[in-house]
């Protein structure tokens, strides 16, 4: 499993982090005496050419187990800058979706300009080539399923689809920050903030 927290100070330090030991109980593992968990990150490389892991991605020759390797990863935290400073650090968990939460968010914060609490909020969709299929939360319009089923798209209905993260620094500098309603959690601040 995976989280992702997103960290700011008032002297410009940004932390965007994500964390995995990959699936429940990562490798079931236990270093004895430490109670520490080991991941099991190796599910991420490509056991065989055209054989899915356990998210269904499939990997090829370039994602092989080799000395020296770190396997393919959806991780992807991220930290947004403007005028040289960053103004926004935004990240996600949920495996092969993170990627997909990540571009959805960024789109909603910067293009349509949403607030974070908006931006962690809205419908979601992924696709990742194979199976090829849309996967998307059920509260996604059925205008828009209906128009996606009509040019030949199969949809998947999902159930659980990761959360996101974000904060974003004001143009009045302040923050603001939310974490997603579909976990447990909540954005919070001291000082200059607005959860």
């Given at each position: 499993?995976?989280?992702?927290?997103?960290?700011?100070?008032?002297?410009?330090?940004?932390?965007?982090?994500?964390?995995?030991?990959n699936t429940a109980f990562g490798s079931k593992v236990v270093i004895p005496g430490t109670g520490i968990l080991l991941n099991n990150e190796m599910d991420d490389f490509a056991l065989a050419p055209g054989v899915p892991n356990h998210f269904k991605l499939v990997g090829g020759e370039?994602?092989?187990?080799?000395?020296?390797?770190?396997?393919?990863?959806?991780?992807?935290?991220?930290?947004?800058?403007?005028?040289?400073?960053?103004?926004?650090?935004?990240?996600?968990?949920?495996?092969?979706?993170?990627?997909?939460?990540?571009?959805?968010?960024?789109?909603?914060?910067?293009?349509a300009k949403m607030k974070p609490s908006k931006v962690v909020s809205q419908p979601r969709f992924h696709h990742q080539w194979s199976p090829d299929q849309i996967r998307m939360e059920?509260?996604?319009?059925?205008?828009?399923?209906?128009?996606l089923k009509s040019i030949g798209h199969a949809i998947d209905d999902a159930e659980d689809f990761g959360t996101s993260q974000i904060l974003i620094l004001n143009s009045a500098g302040?923050?603001?920050?939310?974490?997603?309603?579909r976990c447990v959690g909540q954005a919070a601040g001291t000082g200059n903030s607005q959860p």
């Open positions: 499993h995976t989280t992702h927290f997103c960290v700011a100070d008032a002297e410009g330090n940004w932390v965007s982090c994500t964390a995995t030991i370039a994602n092989a187990i080799a000395p020296g390797k770190r396997p393919l990863s959806s991780m992807s935290p991220t930290l947004v800058m403007k005028d040289d400073h960053v103004v926004m650090a935004i990240g996600a968990a949920g495996g092969p979706t993170i990627i997909s939460q990540v571009l959805l968010g960024l789109s909603y914060a910067l293009d059920k509260s996604v319009s059925a205008d828009t399923r209906e128009k302040t923050f603001s920050g939310a974490t997603d309603p």
